[in-house]
């Protein structure tokens, strides 16, 4: 029971491949924004402080992911089945926009409020991601995933470079005054709605709704769904390596990317205008990384690409608990965002290979999945241990408060450094070619 594939899908015109890169491209200012360079460093420092502020953001952030986890799979099934992804999708952003806009009211102290706001506009951001995703199958041929992906990610990057560029300016002329970096939030709410109008008006949802049997309800239709789905994609013993490899790695990159301006405030003391062009040199890399990936994937192969862009996102980890420059941070964050943007633009293009032709967005729906199953899991993990570590240094004696911190962070690197190896690892057991053959074997046609 599912919406009615077209029998011939039409080729996605330039227009309506636009409005979906157009909307990554206020996604990704969302992210660049909120998530990574000016408030996740604004809560940590100014509305709460000290390593406290570090675990209460990892708590918020894993609560956000948890309700991403738990609802999308439901979501995902009752959009698919009714044939309202696009629906969905604007209906998420419309909340993540909304309490973005909110985020301009939290204020010093207000370190509920703070994690309420964030927690509901991150669940609209990542719940709308599923639906974003979903409709990567309809303007995009299997021949073709790999390179349209990349290209979402690519555009989506200089999103985030413009926001970030955009904000930086009244930010630095007020010497981060907390009014001006709250009216970025605003700001970043209305840059992502703008980039959303396209998506409304030309992008069509090709998959038609079918009507709810007697007696079904969509819950019960989302219950038969998600089981034909795990039946659907257990016999795919490639495919379910490679999401297993998925759900640790993942995590290690979802890590980095939630306590990246936090690492940059504790570690080198640098202030939110320091941030925000740490996270323009990021997004600047990560255009190319997303160019650079897309490019190899076709010269070598998925399996190998992904290693290699897994290797150098291990790099830099490595080299920040060594290092005590800021100059050598902003290096770190150069090559990480050349190597994460690769991570995860090939990992989308990968679940494309391994999907048979008429079941793509059934594997994409269980790719979102497993991207959200563990994924409250991580940040949750690196902000506990860091305040823990702190509190742990700090009761040994013989440091200052200060000190006891960026030594808390630099062992709660560690904790990446896990999911990211052991992911590695896990990936090395996949093989790329029987993968591909079975999806092939196995496929039928929409």
């Known amino acids: 029971m599912s919406a009615t594939p077209v029998s011939v899908k039409p080729k996605a015109t330039g227009r309506e491949r636009w409005a979906w890169y157009l909307y990554d491209f206020g996604n990704s200012a969302y992210a660049a924004v ?3 360079a000016v408030y996740a460093a604004y809560f940590k420092g100014s509305v709460v402080g ?3 502020g570090s675990s209460l953001w990892g708590i918020a952030v894993g609560i956000a992911m948890l309700i991403v986890a738990v609802s999308a799979p439901f979501l995902g099934a009752i959009a698919d089945f009714s044939g309202s992804k696009k629906r969905f999708l604007l209906f998420y952003t419309a909340l993540c926009c909304t309490f973005t806009t909110a985020l301009f009211f939290v204020q010093s102290g207000d370190w509920l409020a ?3 706001f964030f927690i509901l506009a991150e669940v609209g951001y990542r719940s709308a991601q599923v639906f974003y995703n979903a409709l990567l199958p309809e303007i995009a041929g299997p021949d073709e995933i790999g390179t349209v992906s990349g290209n979402g990610w690519a555009i989506g990057s200089v999103g985030g470079i413009i926001c970030l560029l955009i904000v930086l300016i009244p930010i630095v002329l007020t010497d981060s005054n907390p009014l001006v970096v709250r ?3 605003v700001f970043t709410a209305v840059f992502f709605v703008l980039s959303t109008l396209p998506t409304v008006f030309w992008l069509k949802e090709r998959a038609e709704p079918q009507p709810l049997p007697q007696g079904e309800t969509y819950l019960s239709i989302a219950l038969k769904r998600l089981g034909n789905t795990l039946k659907a994609v257990r016999t795919y013993k490639e495919f379910i390596k490679f999401m297993v490899a998925f759900l640790i ?3 290690g990159i979802l890590m980095i ?5 936090i690492l940059g405030a504790v570690l080198f003391g640098m202030e ?3 941030l925000i062009i740490f996270m323009i040199i990021v997004q600047a890399t990560s255009v190319v990384g997303a160019y650079f990936f897309g490019l190899l994937v ?3 192969s998925g399996k190998r690409s992904l290693l290699i862009s897994l290797l150098l996102t291990i790099a830099p980890v490595i080299w920040l608990y060594f290092s005590n420059s800021r100059v050598e941070f902003y290096l770190i964050g150069a090559l990480a965002g050349f190597a994460l943007t690769g991570v995860q633009s090939v990992s989308r293009t990968v679940v494309g290979m391994f999907s048979p032709p008429g079941k793509s967005a059934e594997f994409y729906g269980f790719f979102a999945v497993t991207g959200r199953t563990s994924s409250f899991i991580g940040p949750t993990v690196f902000g506990i241990l860091a305040a823990q570590a702190t509190q742990w240094i700090l009761n040994a004696g013989g440091t200052t408060a200060l000190l006891a911190e960026q030594q808390g962070h630099r062992y709660a690197l560690f904790s990446i450094l896990a999911f990211l190896v052991v992911g590695t690892l896990l990936l090395l057991l996949v093989n790329e070619k029987k993968g591909r053959h079975a999806a092939l074997a196995n496929g039928e046609e929409a």
């Open 34 to 36: 909120v998530l990574l």
């Open 50 to 52: 000290g390593a406290r």
């Open 114 to 116: 703070g994690m309420l």
């Open 183 to 185: 009216l970025s939030m």
């Open 249 to 251: 790695y993942n995590d």
């Open 257 to 261: 990317l939630d306590f990246g301006a």
């Open 272 to 274: 939110q205008q320091e």
């Open 298 to 300: 076709n010269a070598m």
